[in-house]
């Protein structure tokens, strides 16, 4: 298949597609309610047919269905299947358990993280003797090669009497060294693969800081993926911060990539992971600000996901007593005007420089709680800014503590905000540490004022019915989802019961109308036809080069989640030529197989037959050619149905021009034409 003729095909789909999932927000920022409009009489609501209503479930629900899991969802029943889902604890997660042990930094506090991929900071007070280097053999390995590193930038960036600093290599000893190094990495994995698997790092460590360097920046190919494969997931981890320059905490956050799209694909708990995704999206925070780097795992798994499907209050409280939130949007330096901290303690001292971070206290009211349109000013902003005064982290730079609130930096006084007075002025000045202190219990009352406010309740469930039904979600359902919200004190669950259980969640009219993000196209690739994610460091990538980097969202509103951002000519060729690459088995040495994702779809077909709306005009068995019955198939099994005549057309057009293809090739492109056309791009 000819880049021109991709590019043509492009085209066209996009043609076909016009109109489809068509943002109805404008370009507002994401996640931000647009304004009121006048009512509109709604025509009837046509409800979904079963099938239907159980791809509904899967589509929304899920990170997309399996081959054969709307057949499975219509026998157990879309209601009891998605009772299972709220309640993640009760499903069997063994098998995925397994593949997260190839990610370590998961389970591990931020200081265990950051010892484990140190940044310059940790290396160079290991370099300059006020740290002492870990005991554990391979940590002590792995400190040898940084603390090299960390000196050779030193004596790269010194300068000479005259202060000339020293010159960096030309192209022509760059090139020596690397064909120097690969040849000396090249006769160590000789050494090293004559030897037992779970002997290989051993000798490694051992031998002289030199040769680990080169080996482990220069070991290149099936080498060292073979290597990397047969290592612990401890051992790889070495390597890795071995292979880094100075300052390699940036890993941690390549292993919770990793794992969110590996859980995004295999995870059973599906309504979990999605849900786990929204919610950092709604609370989000950008791992490459500072400590973030290793405070964001942290954040991930004891904030969010902990709270994913509980109560909006614990959500919310959880989140601000987070370091990584902390960090985020500044609150840890936001100092009180007339608190202790910002006063010298000599009689008559002045007040210092430092002063109130308002970051946080605009964008827990703005984004996380009431929104935009909640009703609060200026004053309630530089008020709520007030009352978190102290709210910060222990140590962030090392990792080492957690949420602290610091009663010297609180800002003393009665503040008026929202239409309350919070605040004793007789204690806040003697406050003593700990959670009592009443000083704390300001923010907490603020917090929990925010969390039972009806605003908050109705911009949380237009939130999560923007995120499931509709760019613009209907204004009646979301009244009853947050009269939900009220009633049972912003319970999760009950919200998306409420949802769920709705008549417009289950028409028509909101099916297949929401345009899959890159995370969520990529891991439905892999979930729909079943295929195992073995190379999940190419789908943050990939996910990356779509737009999307994990955990990169830079601005407090997260990821858009409408069409408008999503759907366009150059987002259809980033997909198609990803499942291109894909169907082809040229995507970063990932399997595929398409003949099993056809034999799959051929094995539910009796069933699809019975219940499906196969819209598929070249279906019929004796069509004349082997090509439209498996068409058919993988249209019905991938897309679910209601497939265009018009893409259908589009997509035999393009299959006629590879004029010679052979089966097999001509079976992978048909997959890829599927995937990358605009029906696929709707969830």
Not at 37 to 48: D, Q, S, T
Not at 76 to 87: S, V
Not at 490 to 497: M, P, S, T, Y
């Amino acid at each position: 298949m000819s880049y021109r003729s991709l590019g043509l095909t492009v085209l066209a789909f996009a043609l076909a597609g016009q109109g489809l999932g068509q943002g109805k927000t404008g370009t507002r920022a994401a996640g931000r309610k647009p304004a009121a409009k006048a009512p509109v009489k709604e025509a009837a609501l046509i409800p979904l047919t079963p099938r239907e209503r159980a791809q509904q479930m899967l589509n929304r629900f899920t990170f997309g269905p399996r081959p054969g899991e709307v057949e499975r969802v219509l026998v157990e029943g879309p209601d009891k299947w998605f009772e299972e889902q709220l309640n993640p604890q009760a499903i069997n997660e063994d098998a995925l358990n397994r593949r997260l042990g190839d990610y370590p930094t998961l389970n591990m506090s931020p200081a265990q993280a950051l010892l484990r991929f140190p940044n310059r900071g940790a290396v160079e007070g290991v370099a300059n003797g006020k740290t002492p280097y870990p005991v554990e053999p391979l940590l002590a390995s792995l400190y040898e090669v940084q603390v090299f590193k960390y000196n050779d930038d030193l004596s790269k960036n010194t300068v000479d009497a005259s202060g000339k600093k020293a010159s960096d290599p030309n192209d022509a000893e760059v090139a020596a060294q690397k064909k120097a190094g690969q040849a000396e990495a090249a006769r160590i994995a000789g050494e090293l693969f004559s030897l037992p698997k779970n002997q290989r790092m051993a000798a490694l460590i051992k031998m002289t800081v030199a040769d680990r360097i080169a080996f482990t920046s220069y070991l290149q190919g099936d080498q060292r993926n073979l290597l990397l494969a047969e290592f612990t997931p401890v051992e790889r981890e070495i390597f890795t911060a071995m292979a880094a320059n100075v300052n390699s905490s940036y890993q941690i956050g390549q292993e919770l990539a990793q794992a969110k799209m590996v859980r995004a694909v295999l995870s059973e708990r599906q309504l979990q992971e999605v849900m786990a995704d929204f919610w950092f999206n709604h609370f989000n925070v950008y791992i490459g600000k500072d400590s973030d780097q290793w405070y964001t795992t942290s954040f991930d798994r004891d904030v969010i996901r902990k709270n994913a499907l509980g109560k909006f209050r614990d959500l919310l409280m959880a989140t601000a007593t987070s370091p990584a939130m902390m960090i985020y949007l500044d609150n840890w330096q936001s100092i009180g005007p007339d608190s202790k901290a910002n006063t010298p303690g000599k009689p008559g001292g002045k007040p210092g420089n430092k002063g109130l971070n308002e970051n946080y206290g605009r964008e827990v009211m703005e984004l996380h709680t009431v929104g935009v349109d909640g009703g609060y000013t200026q004053a309630d902003v530089t008020a709520l800014a007030s009352i978190l005064t102290g709210w910060g982290v222990d140590r962030p730079n090392q990792g080492a503590g957690g949420f602290l609130f610091d009663p010297r930096k609180h800002e003393p006084g009665v503040k008026r905000w929202f239409g309350h007075a919070i605040g004793d002025p007789e204690t806040a000045l003697g406050a003593k540490p700990g959670a009592a202190d009443p000083g704390m219990q300001e923010g907490v009352q603020a917090l929990t004022i925010l969390a039972a406010s009806p605003k908050t309740a109705h911009f949380i469930s237009w939130k999560i019915a923007q995120r499931f039904v509709a760019d613009d979600p209907p204004g009646a359902l979301v009244d009853r989802m947050a009269k939900t919200y009220l009633a049972t004190d912003g319970d999760i669950k009950a919200v998306l019961r409420t949802m769920a259980q709705s008549p417009e969640f289950n028409s028509k009219k909101y099916f297949r109308n929401k345009v899959k993000t890159p995370v969520e196209y990529l891991a439905s690739a892999f979930r729909t036809t079943a295929t195992d994610p073995s190379n999940p460091g190419a789908l943050v990538s990939t996910a990356k080069q779509m737009g999307m980097p994990l955990f990169y969202a830079l601005p407090p509103t997260g990821y858009y989640i409408t069409a408008d951002h999503w759907m366009n000519s150059s987002a259809l060729v980033d997909r198609l030529n990803f499942a291109y690459q894909l169907t082809n088995n040229k995507f970063s040495n990932q399997r595929f197989d398409s003949a099993r994702v056809l034999a799959l779809g051929l094995m539910a077909q009796p069933a699809m037959a019975r219940g499906a709306s196969v819209q598929t005009a070249a279906f019929a068995p004796d069509a004349g050619e082997g090509v439209d019955v498996a068409l058919g198939v993988l249209e019905t099994t991938l897309i679910g149905g209601g497939v265009s005549a018009q893409t259908n057309k589009l997509i035999h057009q393009q299959v006629e021009m590879q004029v010679g293809m052979n089966p097999n090739d001509r079976l992978n492109l048909l997959t890829a034409l599927v995937m990358g056309s605009p029906e696929f791009q709707v969830r």
